[in-house]
């Protein structure tokens, strides 16, 4: 971040924190159930099916004319989710195209940055890039830690992220969703395709919000691309592509199961307490989250079932 004079209020947790990031101002922490929000959601811009193809082929030759088609221009927001984690291939292109393109002062606005996106420092140099607003880990991290990016990061939890896009906080004017299966129409899918990823449900408000939507897929299929998780309906352009993710790297970081004995037995004896509760049978769901040591309790769930 560039030196800059911020004010500071103190929230109810007692911390400083600015009245203003990024030119826009912000609401301190107030207390639990102190803060009732107001007002509507966000409303992305109405389209229309005369906007398309009458066919429902949204296909266009690659990612560069799918930008330009979706106007892309100075100071826009532009989205990515995290599926790939460390294997993605799909963020880096749009920067290096906005490079390209001469387009300056863009937010990125990912679920997550990995290592793999160090490649992108240099467009936080030159200005291509203002701002990463989403967790930023590796050379990017570090970027940010010593100062040197233009804007102010700011990192959301999950949950955050969507609420700040559907109530309008943050105003996506382009989302690149890559996704391991899609059809031609914008409709697709985690579960299919060398890169599978699973769900893509990170991508879901960007798909619902944003004001332009672009798929970009390796692993085209036919109309209609069952299941969807991303509906077509939502989406403006699509993109075909040889590869959108590394599948051997999604694995990578936190969602490496861990090796430590210590953490093996908190995941062991968790497994344990689930079975005597009886809250776990065949068929059941649950979501573990990323972390090594809660990942480990399918190792001892599948012992168990």
């Not at 102190?34 to 030759?61: E, M, W």
């Not at 420092?121 to 030159?126: I, P």
């Not at 953490?263 to 090594?292: N, P, V």
Request: with cysteine.
């Amino acid at each position: 971040m560039s030196k800059q004079n911020i004010e500071l209020i103190e929230n109810a947790a007692g911390r400083l924190v600015p009245k203003e990031i990024n030119g826009e101002k912000q609401i301190p922490y107030m207390g639990v159930g102190k803060y009732i929000p107001t007002g509507r959601r966000y409303g992305p811009p109405i389209s229309s099916c005369a906007n398309f193809p009458a066919d429902g082929n949204k296909l266009v030759s690659d990612l560069k004319e799918a930008l330009i088609k979706s106007g892309l221009k100075d100071g826009m927001t532009i989205s990515t989710h995290h599926h790939f984690r460390n294997g993605d291939l799909i963020a880096n292109q749009i920067f290096d195209i906005a490079h390209e393109l001469g387009v300056k002062n863009l937010r990125w606005f990912p679920s997550a940055s990995f290592p793999c996106h160090e490649h992108l420092t240099k467009y936080l140099e030159d200005g291509t890039i203002n701002r990463i607003e989403g967790s930023m880990n590796g050379a990017l991290g570090r970027f940010a830690s010593e100062g040197k990016m233009k804007g102010i990061g700011v990192l959301r939890s999950h949950g955050g992220r969507y609420q700040a896009v559907q109530d309008g906080e943050v105003h996506i004017d382009i989302a690149v969703i890559a996704a391991p299966t899609a059809d031609a129409f914008g409709n697709a899918n985690g579960v299919n395709g060398s890169a599978a990823s699973g769900l893509l449900g990170f991508a879901l408000a960007d798909s619902q919000f944003a004001d332009k939507v672009i798929v970009v897929t390796d692993n085209l299929v036919p109309f209609p691309c069952i299941p969807w998780q991303i509906h077509g309906n939502y989406v403006d352009y699509t993109v075909k592509v040889d590869q959108v993710g590394d599948a051997d790297k999604i694995v990578s970081g936190t969602t490496n199961i861990t090796k430590s004995p210590d953490r093996l037995l908190i995941a062991e004896l968790t497994a344990q307490f689930c079975e005597a509760t009886e809250i776990i049978h065949d068929g059941f769901s649950y979501q573990a989250g990323a972390g090594g040591t809660s990942l480990s309790i399918g190792i001892y769930f599948e012992e168990i079932l």
